[in-house]
DNA sequence: TCTGGGGTCCTAGGACCC
DNA sequence: TCTGGGGTCCTAGGACCC
């Protein structure tokens, strides 16, 4: 989808069209932003139904932010400026202070997302998840999936998800899912474009090695240390050299990759391997001087990992907290309990383990939950669940820290 | 002006078992 | 009498992706 987030957004605030627009810096929703407006300006009668109506000087601009997120989606207007996606926000308001920033509202992603992927799975039914905004889909056995190399099927679904959402997308076709997540890249947005095998050399020979899916800033850094740059360069080198300095693995993937080589099939279900939640703190806080605030912030993470296991229909026996300290150094630790758990207190006892292994001394500026080794809720109860053991004084331990230890 | 949140997969060492 | 060869599970960290 192009520029997702953002074009959402866009379909409640049409007075945005043409406008740099980003979103990012924090998680709210609509009614918040109406509750706002109706204190601010209580002249006019807010509603969800007159969103369009909001008048542009009453939208957040870049400009008057101040706090630690980072740009999740820019519209292309704001791209022009050269705000993108991962940049701290208050980065892109020193390139682009007028832009509008919109928080992020999930919910709302996650229904437009429902929505194209059905229409999708209507015309073609092997679709793989990638993500809310992403997917494969396979055209293979699609009646009139090989007509014109693709091209009218993908035409097709595009009409349709526009017809439907008043949303864009931008296709890519080709023999794998290699090849057509990096043609998906090269008619954006609303385009299309068809890649086979024989446009190996010319269209991705020269592409820098960056644009392969798995290749991320330290593959490259590596990569470009033994000057290679492109794909091209890559393909040249020696499968087993690769194997040598990349490990035998990354090292023979690497090679197929820049051969345009990929088998791996679509996947049309998943089951996911951990939930969690993680949250980074609006100024760093202190085990022990902030101790309070702290273990509001981890019961409140617990609660939600719960709600989401049970929401998603999960237990789960290896329970784990991450940490990241002032410094941007992360660590984890986890613990894989004898039976499996899916409560907010016992979650928060066994993290609490957890927390009691870790250094405590560095102020912290994220904290999070996660819950693996999951099971379906269904299959648990099959096999004879037994009841998770509900600590007897939940929340009322000391968990970061004691007053003994000031540092 | 430092750097979100939710994930997956891989590696590597150690415990433990047969 | 100084040291096997598998295999699985657990843990920690890190790369990478959307």
């Not at 932003?33 to 300006?41: C, G, S, V, Y």
């Not at 099939?265 to 391997?273: G, L, Y």
């Not at 709600?307 to 630790?333: E, H, M, P």
Request: hydrophobic residues 40%; neutral net charge; proline residues 5%.
């Amino acid at each position: 989808m192009d520029a997702f987030y953002a074009s959402v957004e866009l379909l409640r605030y049409p007075q945005l069209k043409g406008l740099p627009v980003v979103i990012g810096g924090g998680r709210r929703r609509v009614d918040d932003m109406l509750e706002r407006l109706r204190q601010e300006h209580p002249e006019h009668a807010w509603s969800e139904d007159k969103l369009d109506e909001i008048p542009l000087a009453f939208f957040p601009r870049l400009s008057g932010y101040t706090g630690r997120g980072v740009i999740t989606t820019a519209t292309y207007a704001a791209r022009q400026f050269g705000v993108g996606s991962a940049m701290g926000v208050m980065k892109a308001a020193k390139l682009c202070p007028d832009a509008i920033l919109l928080p992020v509202d999930f919910d709302q992603y996650r229904h437009y997302s429902q929505r194209f992927k059905a229409i999708i799975t209507d015309i073609a039914p092997l679709m793989e998840n990638r993500g809310v905004d992403e997917v494969y889909i396979d055209f293979t056995d699609v009646p009139g999936g090989q007509r014109e190399g693709g091209r009218v099927l993908a035409r097709l679904i595009q009409k349709a998800i526009f017809d439907d959402t008043g949303l864009t997308c931008s296709v890519g076709v080709a023999p794998n899912k290699l090849l057509a997540k990096m043609a998906s890249e090269f008619n954006k947005p609303n385009g299309i474009s068809i890649v086979t095998d024989a446009d190996l050399t010319d269209m991705i020979w020269p592409l820098p090695c960056r644009k392969v899916n798995g290749i991320g800033p330290k593959a490259e850094a590596k990569l470009a240390q033994h000057d290679i740059h492109t794909i091209g360069d890559l393909a040249e080198r020696d499968r087993v050299w690769l194997m040598q300095h990349f490990g035998k693995s990354y090292g023979a993937w690497l090679h197929d990759a820049a051969h345009g080589k990929d088998d791996r099939p679509i996947e049309t279900a998943s089951e996911p391997v951990s939930i969690s939640r993680e949250t980074t703190f609006e100024h760093d806080l202190h085990a022990v001087r902030d101790r309070e605030a702290l273990g509001a912030i981890f019961t409140q993470l617990c609660e939600q990992v719960a709600a989401d296991l049970q929401r998603k229909g999960y237990v789960g026996k290896t329970i784990g907290i991450k940490l990241r300290y002032d410094n941007f150094q992360s660590v984890t630790r986890d613990q894989t309990l004898e039976s499996y758990i899916h409560q907010a207190p016992a979650i928060r006892q066994a993290a609490g383990q957890c927390l009691k292994r870790v250094d405590l001394k560095r102020r912290l500026r994220l904290l999070g939950v996660r819950v693996g080794s999951l099971m379906k809720i269904e299959d648990w109860q099959a096999q004879g669940s037994r009841a998770e053991e509900t600590p007897a004084q939940p929340y009322t331990e000391s968990l970061f820290g004691d007053e003994s230890e000031q540092n």
